[in-house]
């Protein structure tokens, strides 16, 4: 384990429990993502946030020249709000390992997910946890946020 994730841990050993855990990439934060990070925090004592570093955000197929915002711009914007404890990035597809360093009570995702999909869920199982799927708000993503703007500024992107 890298002095990075010691020094992390020891923090998150410091959190009041329940402990809650979502992950996600986080590229162009907006209002959805808010919701559902204070909805998670209200599940718990504490809130862990785990970001797709770039190479993970690229392998999750987000759409061309994604993630618009470096790894370390969006730990710092999530890192930021009041209702975020601790972010990890991590490198990986899921953040299985992440979940087992961090062992949370609560893993929350969006309802947009199946919890019988999500690996996840069987990991948090393994000791007693618990997964929640917490409801999006239609129509607020960052894929339709950047059709908004592109579609917005198609003049200027791609001349008559």
Same mark, same amino acid.
């Given at each position: 384990?890298?002095? /990075?994730?010691?020094?992390?841990?020891?923090?998150?050993?410091?959190?009041?429990?329940?402990?809650?855990?979502?992950?996600?990439?986080?590229?162009?934060?907006?209002? #959805?993502?808010?919701? &559902?990070?204070?909805?998670?925090?209200?599940? #718990?004592? @504490?809130?862990?946030?785990?970001?797709?570093?770039?190479?993970?955000?690229?392998?999750?197929?987000?759409?061309?020249?994604?993630?618009?915002?470096?790894?370390?711009?969006? &730990? &710092?914007?999530?890192?930021?709000?009041? &209702?975020?404890?601790?972010?990890?990035?991590?490198?990986?597809?899921?953040?299985?390992?992440?979940?087992?360093?961090?062992?949370?009570?609560?893993?929350?995702?969006?309802?947009?997910?199946?919890?019988?999909?999500?690996?996840?869920?069987?990991?948090?199982?393994?000791?007693?946890?618990?997964?929640?799927?917490?409801?999006? /708000?239609? @129509?607020?993503?960052?894929?339709?946020?950047?059709?908004?703007?592109? #579609?917005?500024?198609?003049?200027?992107?791609?001349?008559?």
């Amino acid at each position: 384990m890298s002095g /990075h994730y010691e020094a992390s841990l020891h923090r998150i050993e410091s959190l009041a429990r329940p402990l809650v855990f979502t992950n996600g990439v986080f590229d162009l934060l907006h209002a #959805g993502h808010v919701h &559902c990070l204070e909805e998670a925090r209200k599940l #718990g004592e @504490g809130l862990v946030v785990g970001v797709n570093s770039d190479a993970s955000a690229r392998r999750a197929n987000k759409g061309p020249g994604r993630p618009f915002n470096s790894e370390q711009h969006r &730990c &710092c914007v999530l890192a930021a709000l009041r &209702c975020v404890d601790a972010v990890f990035m991590f490198d990986e597809n899921l953040p299985l390992g992440l979940l087992q360093l961090v062992r949370p009570d609560i893993y929350v995702k969006g309802n947009d997910y199946q919890l019988t999909a999500l690996a996840e869920a069987r990991v948090m199982a393994a000791w007693g946890g618990r997964t929640v799927l917490i409801p999006r /708000h239609d @129509g607020l993503s960052s894929s339709r946020l950047v059709d908004r703007i592109l #579609g917005a500024h198609a003049d200027r992107l791609w001349p008559a």
